[in-house]
């Protein structure tokens, strides 16, 4: 039976990713209509402050982070605002960041280490400076039903970081909140097929059909075994255990789903794993595979720039880091899922060049 989690962190919905254009820095913000809001902090033209974001996109925390808190600390506030949203969306943490101590961290993503955890962040602190962007942001990033706070959000042009409102929206929000949610995403977002279940309430529109209806790029209408089956691998993928989802290449609806991981936009990190590690007759498995161990499409669309105004997710998307974060939360489904773990033996089973890709993970990809 399809899982509907109301909180933390498996649910998100669809997109398309807006195309970005670059003539020039790798730094250059959009120039959306939410330009003019976004522009009302500093051009981080800093040599100092892009080459910190070069090295974090090449998964380089060990001398990226320090930089980037030295960089907040003398006022780029762009610098303290990438800083605050780096914590709140790093879905998989690098070996220097897990060893770190809890003062050190702190000490690193924090104005101050003064008060502990309950030390202000970055976006809060500019915020109380008078930053507009800032207060933006602070005031949609929020937890509640905060529908103004949604809308800000995607007038910002921060799209990619709606998606705990649109979670709260989809699992507590009235009938109302959720039709006025859906108007401010749009039908094309990726958050759209969870929200979208939770308004129509009957058991044709779930979170797993409508994701697999995205994979597939039709309505999914059976109710048949296979179409269970590849539902709830859509929708949680092995995090119930692979053995609970039997989702096999017999299935009809396979070679859609592996096509997607391998074309579609949002999984591109995971798509571009498997064109790195594996043969082209390897990648469909790989896909498949890579899909299951990050939790199904609603963790899948989830490899998300930290704040777009300074790195544009078409850039994140290619980026080492983003290719990393995909494969250290697979690496942490098979060493942290206790009796949900996908067996080293069947993992090579499924997909031998992903099972060699994990092994190297310590290693340059």
């Given amino acids: 039976m399809e899982r509907f989690r109301g909180d933390c962190d498996k649910l998100s919905g669809m997109r398309h990713l807006r195309t970005f254009i670059f003539a020039t820095s790798l730094l250059t913000f959009s120039t959306t209509s939410a330009s003019a809001e976004r522009n009302t902090f500093e051009n981080p033209e800093n040599p100092s402050f892009r080459a910190a974001v070069a090295a974090w ?39 220097y960041v897990w060893s770190l101590t809890r003062d050190q961290r702190l000490e690193i993503y924090r104005p101050s280490s003064a008060n502990g955890i309950f030390q202000p962040g970055w976006i809060e602190t500019w915020a109380g400076r008078g930053s507009a962007f800032a207060q933006s942001l602070d005031a949609s990033l929020r937890y509640g039903v905060n529908l103004a706070g949604l809308r800000k959000l995607t007038n910002l042009g921060e799209t990619h970081a709606t998606e705990h409102l649109v979670r709260k929206i989809g699992v507590d929000g009235t009938q109302d909140d959720r039709r006025a949610a859906a108007r401010i995403i749009g039908p ?12 129509a309430g009957n058991q044709s529109e779930t979170t797993g059909r409508n994701a697999l209806a995205v994979m597939t790029g039709q309505p999914v209408s059976a109710f048949d075994k296979e179409t269970t089956i590849a539902a709830e691998f859509a929708d949680i993928g092995f995090q ?20 997607w991981v391998l074309s579609a936009p949002a999984p591109k990190p995971m798509g571009d794993l498997c064109r790195r590690h594996c043969q082209e007759d390897q990648r469909r498995a ?36 983003a290719r990393n974060m995909a494969l250290r939360q697979m690496r942490a489904a098979i060493t942290e899922a206790g009796d949900d773990a996908l067996p080293e033996d069947e993992l090579k089973g499924r997909s031998l060049c992903l099972a060699a890709a994990l092994e190297k993970l310590k290693k340059p990809d």
């Fill in 240 to 259: 119930a255990g692979s053995a609970n989802v039997p989702f096999k290449s017999s299935n009809r609806y396979y070679a859609s789903v592996a096509r």
């Fill in 188 to 199: 094309d977002a990726e958050n759209a097929p969870f929200l979208l279940a939770f308004l």
């Fill in 286 to 321: 790989c896909a498949v595979t890579a899909l299951g161990l990050v939790g199904g499409y609603y963790e899948a669309i989830r490899f998300d720039s930290p704040l777009e105004a300074i790195i544009p997710q078409t850039t994140f998307a290619e980026s080492r880091r």
């Fill in 57 to 95: 996109l090449d998964d380089d925390d060990t001398s990226s982070l320090p930089a980037l808190s030295v960089l907040a600390r003398s006022g780029i506030q762009a610098a303290g605002l990438l800083l605050d949203r780096i914590e709140a969306t790093d879905r998989a943490y690098s070996d």
